[in-house]
Nanobody, 116 residues
């Protein structure tokens, strides 16, 4: 079955950086577009970014455009999210999702907290 395991979250100061990873298994990773989404308690999930199967095309929510970069390693079935210039509003549980602009949650996610 689909397994997605997110790592790399933690505490960062405003203006800082974090790099999230998502290890995928149980399906042919290279055959799917992949996405990152985030959720804050009490709010619905928010789509963050997507990347097409070959990694050449990417898409970002306006709230993260220019600060976050999505990438993938199809050989090792890993999805990444490089987050720079972090803001307190980026605080959320981040998780990866299979598909384009999807917010379906399979794994546990990784918590990102941006605070001074």
């Amino acid at each position: 079955q689909v397994q997605l395991v997110e790592t790399g979250g933690g505490l960062a100061q405003p203006g800082g950086s974090l790099r999230l990873s998502c290890a995928a298994s149980g399906f042919t990773f290279s055959a799917y577009s992949m996405s990152w989404a985030r959720q804050v308690p009490g709010k619905g999930p928010e789509w963050v970014s997507s990347i097409f199967r070959d990694g050449r095309d990417t898409d970002y929510a306006d709230s993260v455009k220019g600060r976050f970069t999505i990438s993938r390693d199809n050989a090792n079935s890993i999805l990444y999210l490089q987050m720079n210039s972090l803001k307190p509003d980026d605080t959320a549980l981040y998780y990866c999702s299979r598909g384009y602009r999807t917010t379906q949650k399979w794994g546990q996610g990784t918590q990102v907290t941006v605070s001074s």
